[in-house]
């Protein structure tokens, strides 16, 4: 079996597969302090609810955006499931494909997502990440990540209005009934709900007529289903598309090996 470990800036999440079948998915706030004993602590229990243990993992791959998290990360692959882990992002040529200016620059989890789209969906597409930050990440005929756009994502939006604004409450997002608000909160709800919703639409028209061809545009991330629906440019929703493209991405470098 294999065990996936996606570190974002906000969570860490980790999938046991079999195959391409989950067997288990399983998140965790972000904290760089965590030590990889107390990940395999949290890990092991939660993996035991499903009749999971460590010694039925023999394969791992770990994507980053917070290097310094990987370390404990690595560690607790190597010490509590005694395999190594393949890195995105190591130094090591895993076959993904980067046609940007600098490469070594593009965020992991936009690699993954990029090679797992185009696997999945073919190509060309638009990837809309709903994380920390919304990304927009153009995939090519040929699957290779070739750029895009980032966006502060909704959630710190919604911590900066508060933040800087004496009189605005702290509120969830969520979306409203009309796009009139007649007290505050929904009026905050609507300028945050559809003013994403004129980012996403206005993005992806931009970058559709800068390519200059037809392309799909997939969802995914945690707030990717709410949005879902509000506007006709989103194509389909895809939650574990980087969970997924992990998997994918282990067998076919595993497979390249025997070749």
Known sequence: MLLAVNSGNTNVSFAVFEGETFKGKWRISKNVHRTADEYAVWLTQLMGLRALTPDKIDGAIIASVVPEALFSLKTLV??????????????????????????????ADRLVNSFAAHQRYGGPLIIVDFGTATTFDVVD????????????????????????????????????????????????????????????????????????APMKVIATGGLAPLFYGATDVIELVDEDLTLRGLASLYAANRNAERS
């Open 78 to 107: 190597t010490e509590h499931f005694h395999c190594k882990p393949l890195i995105i992002g190591d130094g090591e040529s895993l076959g993904i494909k980067a046609a940007v200016d600098r490469p070594e620059q593009a965020g």
């Open 141 to 212: 005929d040929e699957g290779s990540y070739a750029g895009g756009a980032i966006a502060p994502g909704i959630n710190l939006s919604l911590e900066a209005l508060y933040m800087a604004a004496a009189k605005l409450p702290s509120i969830a997002i969520q979306r409203p009934p009309s796009v009139i608000g007649k007290s505050t909160v929904p009026c905050m709800q609507s300028g945050v709900f559809w003013g994403y919703v004129g980012l996403i639409e206005g993005l992806v028209a931009r970058i559709r007529a800068e390519y200059g």
